[in-house]
Nanobody, 122 residues
């Protein structure tokens, strides 16, 4: 079974940086787009960063210029580098894998990690 395992969250102060990592494990046949969702208090879950297999990236306006997404296909990892953090970035960040094909699901399905807390103090 495919799992997306996140690490790297925590508590930081305004202006500081955090690096979130996500590793895809399991009997994976193919990875496609990978990304990060974020749910902040009082708001719906938002896709904030996505990266294709070829390395093309796209960001939500709220994080563009501050966050950078990257991936290592060999290690099946995706990383979100978050700089210049603001209190409004506080929330639960979830790794996302679109249409991951595995031995169990060879036609692919979407997966999400459990989520990791990021808290930015004023």
């Amino acid at each position: 079974q495919v799992q997306l395992e996140e690490s790297g969250g925590g508590l930081v102060q305004t202006g500081e940086s955090l690096r979130l990592s996500c590793e895809a494990t399991g009997r994976i046949l193919r990875l496609n787009d990978m990304g990060w969702h974020r749910q902040t208090p009082g708001n719906p879950r938002e896709l904030i960063a996505v990266i294709t297999n070829g390395g093309i990236t796209n960001y939500a306006l709220s994080v563009k210029g501050r966050f950078t997404i990257s991936r290592d296909n060999g290690k099946r990892m995706v990383v979100l580098q978050m700089n210049s953090l603001k209190p409004e970035d506080t929330g639960v960040y979830s790794c996302y894998g679109k249409d991951i094909a595995s031995e169990d699901k060879p036609y692919g399905r979407d997966y999400w990690g459990q989520g990791i807390q990021v808290t930015v103090s004023p």
